[in-house]
């Protein structure tokens, strides 16, 4: 230590100098995010109603609309009662991805006052709960809006998406702003977590990044194929001025779904549509939501023999996953260990799946399109293939290291 070191006054404070925890800064940073959502929601909502001569839409049912398609963002749940839909859900996944960035921009001020603070760590898991039930507190607000137009939303249906935007928002803000961020509840339950597990997070998603973009080119291949069929249900619909911009907004907002709705089909599982199916081996005629991308759907009838090579798609980003769980493992490392670290990052993976999945799917109720998206077997189907080919890239890399 330098003599300057020695003479120059401290900067550090004392636990008991430090600042107020910002509770009322967190739970209105966390209230302002859902209301902000609605608010970006409510502009192409208004901007159709204003510009389309056609329509009779008063401007509180369109904050009455919005409102409902904040609550499809969250995967709840509406109800249309004039036309006899008891329950319709779906999320589209690019608005969902939207709120979790909007999320995460809304706690950057509260992380800046953690910081500013010096708040201990119990402190900052209070700060960060005071967020979420502002959140909370603001999501019902927003819900109970979508009460005084034609598709109110079903309130407690919302909160499996609070607390998966939530989480997402917040951890994604502490990992880019919250440095010297300590929460001691989660350090403790990543502590309990395997090592096999922590390893393997980064491998996890990498994997789950190239099954998306996989299922990202063949939405693309198939579309492309189908232009002309896309097109004659777009005429269909008989949409004009303001309406062809709202429905190719409202298409882009559920590309991410029908990107998952391909990964579920890979892994061998029937596609969900409705009253019919979509295999690996054949489709099964069904009435479809009039959106214009369904009709890159293949004709009803048998499928071309080469459509089973999807089934290694899974198998190779196992591969993949199992790879770079243990690329970096030594060399005289025990193959069951290697095993083990590829299996838990395939485990994982498959976890990240089903959230997705789940997330992707659609229903309406009652009437024939109850579930339209991957059924459950997919998971069950994907984590077998998952599994399979991240053991056997890390067995395969194992003995190669050894014996080359």
């Not at 510009?51 to 509406?78: H, K, M, Q, V, Y």
């Not at 709960?129 to 249906?157: C, E, K, M, Q």
């Not at 993976?349 to 659609?362: E, K, M, Y």
């Not at 309406?364 to 994907?382: F, H, K, R």
Request: with cysteine; proline share 6%; hydrophobic share 55%.
């Amino acid at each position: 230590m330098s003599l300057l070191d020695r003479i120059a006054p401290t900067s550090q404070r004392t636990s008991d100098d430090r600042g107020t925890p910002p509770y009322a800064i967190a739970f209105g940073s966390g209230a302002l995010a859902p209301v902000a959502f609605t608010l970006l929601l409510f502009v192409p909502v208004l901007a159709s109603w204003t510009l389309d001569p056609r329509t009779s839409t008063e401007w509180s049912n369109a904050l009455a609309i919005a409102s409902s398609a904040f609550g499809l963002s969250l995967r709840g749940s509406i109800s249309v009662p004039h036309n006899g839909i008891e329950a319709l859900h779906f999320a589209p996944m690019v608005a969902t991805a939207l709120l979790v960035v909007i999320t995460r921009f809304a706690y950057r001020p509260v992380q800046h006052a953690l910081d500013d603070s010096d708040a201990a760590g119990e402190e900052q898991q209070r700060t960060s709960i005071a967020f979420g039930l502002g959140f909370l507190v603001s999501t019902l607000a927003v819900g109970a809006v979508s009460h005084i137009g034609p598709a109110p939303v079903r309130l407690w249906p919302l909160l499996p998406g609070v607390v998966v935007v939530v989480l997402a928002g917040v951890a994604w803000s502490i990992r880019r702003d919250g440095e010297g961020v300590r929460l001691p509840w989660l350090e403790a339950a990543a502590e309990r977590l395997h090592l096999n597990v922590r390893r393997a997070v980064r491998p996890a998603a990498e994997g789950l990044g190239v099954l998306f973009t996989t299922g990202a080119l063949l939405v693309f291949l198939l579309v492309m194929m189908r232009l002309d069929r896309v097109g004659k249900v777009e005429t269909l619909l008989d949409v004009s001025g303001s309406g062809v911009a709202l429905l190719w907004f409202a298409q882009l907002l559920i590309v991410p779904n029908l990107i998952l709705f391909g990964v579920g089909w890979m892994t061998g599982a029937p596609l969900a549509l409705g009253a019919g199916n979509l295999s690996t081996g054949s489709a099964e005629a069904t009435i479809l939501p009039s959106v214009p991308l369904l009709g890159a759907l293949p004709e009803p009838g048998p499928l071309a023999a080469f459509f089973h090579a999807v089934l290694l798609v899974p198998v190779l980003v196992g591969a993949f996953i199992g790879w770079r769980a243990t690329a970096s493992m030594p060399t005289l490392t025990h193959i069951g260990r290697k095993v083990q670290v590829a299996a838990s990052a395939a485990g994982v993976a498959t976890v990240g799946l089903a959230v997705l999945l789940w997330f992707s799917r659609a229903g309406m109720s009652p009437g024939q399109l109850d579930l339209i998206g991957p059924a459950w077997t997919s998971v069950v189907y994907g984590a077998v293939e998952l599994a399979l080919g991240a053991c056997l890239s890390a067995t395969a890399l194992h003995f190669w290291r050894r014996f080359r």
